[in-house]
């Protein structure tokens, strides 16, 4: 992806300064998973929105790793035996594998509760502002956000779903940390509110279409591409848009997604060709 190049390397520059050097076994799974690899898309573009706004955005950096902590988090418990019970992630055993449950549990829980320890030291920020965009993480990736998806997801196996269930589904599981990211971007960027509501409904959008096109590799993609076993949604009876609608439709509806999105970036007052050139590109990803 040769998107917002800039802030994926102070990105991993930072990522590896902070975790490159675990002091506990509990640090070394952690570690183990964050520096796992990926597109780094959520935490990246947190960086690159709240850059649109200020050019001391990578005084933001510790913010952007909370992200990626609470990211990796839920990749880690996806991955358990009890919910997604995967062997495999980004082409490396998954957490679970190597350092047992017990311990993979313990660093999900670890990197969750560490992700809001650097989220509120920020150097600099203080008041309403952070408060702010600490609470809207909080929120988004909790009980009514991308938890509450996660267990409308475990909930749903073996029944079969209306498309507005599984878009519900959608819109929290991958949905949330998307506009997380986007408006946390926003909120410390000292964007206007008109804009903070626009960057969330492209965040809505572009998490709903990530999550179709997910999908859809999950049906037509390969463990070389993804680095995970392919598959896995049809061995676990999950509801999918390829099982609800056929491939066909599931990638007009990552289409329509995509368009509802870049919709939203027309009310942004800032440059946001970028943003629209990575959500089309979505389409056509392998990874």
């Known amino acids: 992806m040769d998107y917002f190049v800039e802030e994926r390397e102070a990105f991993n520059d930072y990522l590896r300064e902070q975790w490159e050097k675990p002091e506990s076994r509990l640090e070394e799974s952690m570690s183990y998973s964050l520096l796992a690899g990926g597109k780094r898309l959520r935490p990246v573009l947190f960086l690159a929105t709240a850059a649109l ?38 082409g490396r055993p998954t957490n679970h594998k190597i350092y047992g449950e017990a311990l993979a549990i313990l660093a999900g829980d670890a990197l969750l509760t560490g992700a809001f320890g650097f989220m509120s030291d920020i150097p600099g920020e203080k008041g309403d502002k952070l408060l702010r965009a600490v609470n809207l993480a909080a929120s988004r ?28 589904i959608h819109y929290h599981k991958t949905g949330d940390l998307m506009v997380l990211s986007l408006t946390c971007g926003a909120i410390l960027g000292g964007a206007a509110e008109k804009e903070i509501e626009a960057w969330e409904k492209y965040g809505e959008n ?14 037509v993609g390969s463990f070389a591409d993804l680095g995970k076993t392919i598959h896995s949604d049809a061995e676990s009876e999950k509801n999918t848009y390829v ?12 289409a329509a997604a995509i368009e509802e999105a870049n919709a939203s970036l027309k009310e942004i007052s800032r440059d946001t060709d970028v943003f629209q050139r990575l959500s089309q590109d979505l389409l056509v990803r392998k990874a």
């Open 206 to 219: 572009l998490g709903l279409a990530f999550q179709i096109v997910d999908d859809i590799l999950d049906e």
């Open 243 to 254: 099982t609800l609608l056929g491939l066909s439709e599931a990638k007009k509806a990552a």
């Open 141 to 168: 990736s909790g009980y009514r956000g991308m938890v509450y998806g996660q267990s409308l997801d475990v909930a749903a196996e073996g029944q079969e779903l209306t498309l507005n269930q599984l878009r519900e």
């Open 53 to 90: 706004y200020r050019d001391d955005w990578r005084n933001l950096l510790p913010f952007a790793l909370g992200i990626e902590m609470i990211h990796t988090y839920s990749l880690i418990h996806d991955d358990l035996p009890a919910m997604d019970n995967d062997d495999f992630r980004r």
